[in-house]
């Protein structure tokens, strides 16, 4: 039986007076407290309490046992609450401000920040999503992701992973429109194009060569999302990031278009504005997400 509960039974027989009163302050039965007491005077190999049917007395060794009792008991209470406030203390704690585009936090960001703070109730996080490149210092921005193969001189980046895209469009655009075999038929096609990333053009790799294709199209979107919609709508084709239609394609309700043509991969980036040493907090999110996107485990692509 376990020693702990041995002692706490004992002491409490003591001040309570009987094996009943003690039962009930426990939560135990009667006889669970007997062969507590039991197990501890076998233990010790002598006898602790003279019991009778009308009352219960210590004896000699009870006598010197009792305060020895008392002070296990108080020694293990003091220890956990030493422990537990070490404990506290070590957990981390704090807020953090972050930024990244919409369309990540929705689809990479979002599950990742709830895990964390799921393993870290003493954080918390402000997420603020934009598709536009915010001022991290003006907006207190603790840290911001970035995808992009240009960033500041001046920030402070860490490279997470890399962001592949792919052109795409739903089978039942695919079926009206025929896919293009070759980069120079896009042309032909309506092809939704980003705002800010590739805005007339698509930049596609193939075998270490880049080519430039020029595009039109009835849609530009500088959010990604809604040129996801537009596209499984059937409005056309477009290159959307693998980390927001990998499920997608994986589901057939997309499909690659001129998959041999890769378009130009882009870093995902950690970007603090300080080069001096991180606080703790800073440095344990850039590494958990360093982890958490490490082999971009999004990507359906081989």
Request: with cysteine; glycine share 6%; aromatic share 4%.
């Given at each position: 039986?376990?020693?702990?509960?041995?002692?706490?039974?004992?002491v409490e027989v003591v001040?309570?007076?009987?094996?009943?009163?003690?039962?009930?302050?426990?939560?135990?039965?009667?006889?669970?407290?007997?062969?507590?007491?039991?197990?501890?005077?076998?233990?010790?190999?002598?006898?602790?309490?003279?019991?009778?049917?009308?009352?219960?007395?210590?004896?000699?060794?009870?006598?010197?046992?009792?305060?020895?009792?008392?002070?296990?008991?108080?020694?293990?209470?003091?220890?956990?609450?030493?422990?537990?406030?070490?404990?506290?203390?070590?957990?981390?704690?704090?807020?953090?401000?972050?930024?990244?585009?919409?369309?990540?936090?929705?689809?990479?960001?979002?599950?990742?920040?709830?895990?964390?703070?799921?393993?870290?109730?003493?954080?918390?996080?402000?997420?603020?999503?934009?598709?536009?490149?915010?001022?991290?210092?003006?907006?207190?921005?603790?840290?911001?992701?970035?995808?992009?193969?240009?960033?500041?001189?001046?920030?402070?980046?860490?490279?997470?992973?890399?962001?592949?895209?792919?052109?795409?469009?739903?089978?039942?655009?695919?079926?009206?429109?025929?896919?293009?075999?070759?980069?120079?038929?896009?042309?032909?096609?309506?092809?939704?194009?980003?705002?800010?990333?590739?805005?007339?053009?698509?930049?596609?790799?193939?075998?270490?060569?880049?080519?430039?294709?020029?595009?039109?199209?009835?849609?530009?979107?500088?959010?990604?999302?809604?040129?996801?919609?537009?596209?499984?709508?059937?409005?056309?084709?477009?290159?959307?990031?693998?980390?927001?239609?990998?499920?997608?394609?994986?589901?057939?309700?997309?499909?690659?278009?001129?998959?041999?043509?890769?378009?130009?991969?882009?870093?995902?980036?950690?970007?603090?504005?300080?080069r001096q040493h991180p606080?703790?907090?800073?440095?344990?999110m850039v590494d958990y997400?360093?982890?958490?996107?490490?082999?971009?485990?999004?990507?359906?692509?081989?």
């Open positions: 039986m376990d020693r702990h509960t041995a002692v706490q039974v004992f001040d309570r007076g009987s094996l009943s009163a003690a039962a009930e302050a426990l939560e135990m039965s009667r006889a669970m407290v007997s062969r507590y007491l039991e197990s501890l005077e076998r233990e010790l190999g002598v006898r602790l309490l003279q019991r009778t049917t009308r009352r219960l007395s210590l004896t000699d060794a009870g006598e010197q046992a009792l305060p020895r009792c008392r002070q296990l008991l108080q020694l293990r209470t003091e220890l956990h609450e030493q422990l537990g406030q070490q404990a506290a203390r070590s957990q981390p704690r704090g807020r953090l401000r972050i930024s990244c585009s919409t369309s990540f936090a929705i689809a990479q960001l979002g599950p990742a920040l709830a895990d964390f703070l799921q393993q870290h109730p003493q954080v918390q996080v402000e997420l603020l999503a934009a598709d536009r490149t915010v001022h991290l210092v003006e907006e207190r921005i603790d840290l911001a992701l970035r995808i992009s193969n240009r960033l500041d001189e001046g920030l402070v980046a860490r490279r997470l992973a890399t962001c592949r895209s792919v052109l795409c469009a739903s089978p039942a655009y695919l079926r009206q429109a025929g896919a293009p075999a070759e980069p120079a038929e896009l042309r032909l096609h309506r092809c939704i194009s980003h705002a800010n990333l590739n805005r007339g053009e698509y930049r596609l790799l193939h075998e270490g060569r880049l080519l430039r294709v020029p595009i039109s199209g009835p849609l530009q979107s500088n959010e990604a999302g809604a040129t996801l919609q537009a596209v499984l709508g059937g409005l056309g084709i477009a290159m959307l990031p693998t980390y927001l239609v990998g499920e997608l394609l994986a589901q057939g309700r997309l499909q690659a278009v001129l998959p041999a043509w890769e378009p130009e991969p882009l870093g995902l980036h950690a970007v603090m504005a300080s606080p703790q907090l800073l440095r344990l997400l360093a982890a958490r996107f490490a082999g971009e485990p999004w990507d359906p692509l081989p």
